[in-house]
């Protein structure tokens, strides 16, 4: 019984000494900034990529041929834009109406405006609409 006490004691006593030089983990604060800054970063690099990916896209990439651009001076100014300006032109690719452009919203609502006021009586440019007047 004491040789197994013995061993017992010395096995406790050598996990005691090893485990004295351990260091306990340590939590500290993180600042707000440098969270911020680090997911910006990676919103950022995240929007570059969308926007190459954009620009390799086989229609893209014939239509700015088709007009005479060179792709790797295209890739080569997309990789020194700004992050604000990655940013921006990231979010009107997103925003941008497919194959629309502002002339047909204008057109649009020059129609329905003289539409309106035909309706309402104040002009008299389509022949199938009644004045309420």
């Known amino acids: 019984m004491t040789v197994n006490r013995k061993l017992i004691s010395w096995i406790v006593a050598a996990a005691l000494c090893h485990t004295a030089g351990l260091q306990a983990a340590h939590a500290g604060m993180i600042a707000t900034e440098s969270v911020a800054s680090t997911t910006e970063l990676v919103q950022v ?55 629309a452009s502002g002339v047909l919203g204008a057109i649009v609502f020059i129609f329905l405006l003289l539409l309106l006021t035909d309706i309402l009586g104040f002009t008299k440019v389509y022949p199938f609409t009644r004045s309420i007047r």
Not at 67 to 81: C, E, N, Q, W, Y
Request: hydrophobic content about 45%; cysteine-free; glycine content about 4%.
């Open 45 to 99: 690099e995240s929007r570059r990529a969308h926007v190459l990916a954009t620009l390799n896209r086989a229609d893209v990439t014939d239509a700015l041929v088709n007009k005479g651009v060179d792709m790797d001076a295209a890739r080569a100014r997309i990789a020194s834009l700004s992050d604000q300006e990655v940013v921006s032109l990231a979010d009107q690719l997103d925003n941008a109406p497919a194959g």
